[in-house]
């Protein structure tokens, strides 16, 4: 799981900067392009907060770039290669991407209803045990594409929400800073992910 404390006071200014610092991927070769505008969003939905708007609309399109990026990275490795890890102790190709499905199911918490037949329930066990599950490639691809799609709906799901407080873990969460924490974390193991195809010889397919 990610973990991270974010302080409760300037809660805007910290989203926005960290945000802020991960546009700045767009000047690597592996993420190019990653920073095209996002389509404005719809006023009479969004929160009151301007700084609000702002910030759900970031946390979105970094949300579709990293979807966009990993589930083009699962279906590029090889299934023979889902195993593959560069040392001991680290997590293989397969183990990153249900680490990422798994996390993309944490807005559970904050009590955004998830599918029937998603085993993954407000305790951490929960969570561990969908992240033990021994999956083949199709089924890693579709776990992935699931979470994704319950996590852009969570987002909007939450949006008038965000000063709420919740428990995430052994501690007490904003909402916002959740969500910080996810998009942080999974640009995190998309790095991991894009370093681990090119040890393997495998050129992400939208760098070409």
Not at 122 to 137: C, F, H, N, V, W
Not at 142 to 148: C, D, I, N, Q, V
């Amino acid at each position: 799981m990610f973990d991270g404390n974010l302080g409760y006071g300037c809660r805007v200014l910290a989203i926005l900067f960290t945000l802020t610092l991960l546009a700045g991927c767009a000047a690597d070769p592996e993420t190019q392009g990653a920073d095209a505008p996002s389509a404005p969003v719809d006023a009479d939905e969004a929160p009151a907060q301007p700084q609000d708007r702002e910030m759900l609309s970031l946390l979105e399109r970094r949300i579709e770039i990293a979807q966009d990026k990993f589930l083009q990275l699962a279906e590029a490795i090889p299934e023979d290669r889902y195993d593959w890890r560069p040392m001991e102790g680290v997590r293989s190709f397969r183990e990153v991407f249900i680490h990422i499905a798994a996390d993309n199911w944490a807005p559970s918490w904050a009590e955004v209803p998830t599918p029937e037949d998603i085993p993954v329930t407000r305790d951490m066990a929960s969570l561990r045990a969908y992240q033990d599950q021994q999956l083949t490639k199709e089924q890693t691809l579709t776990e992935l594409r699931r979470s994704f799609v319950f996590l852009l709906a969570a987002l909007d799901h939450t949006r008038d929400r965000l000063d709420e407080r919740m428990m995430f873990g052994n501690r007490e969460w904003g909402i916002d800073e959740l969500w910080v924490a996810l998009v942080t974390h999974m640009h995190e193991h998309l790095g991991q992910t894009i370093a681990y195809a090119r040890a393997n010889g495998i050129v992400p397919p939208w760098s070409g």
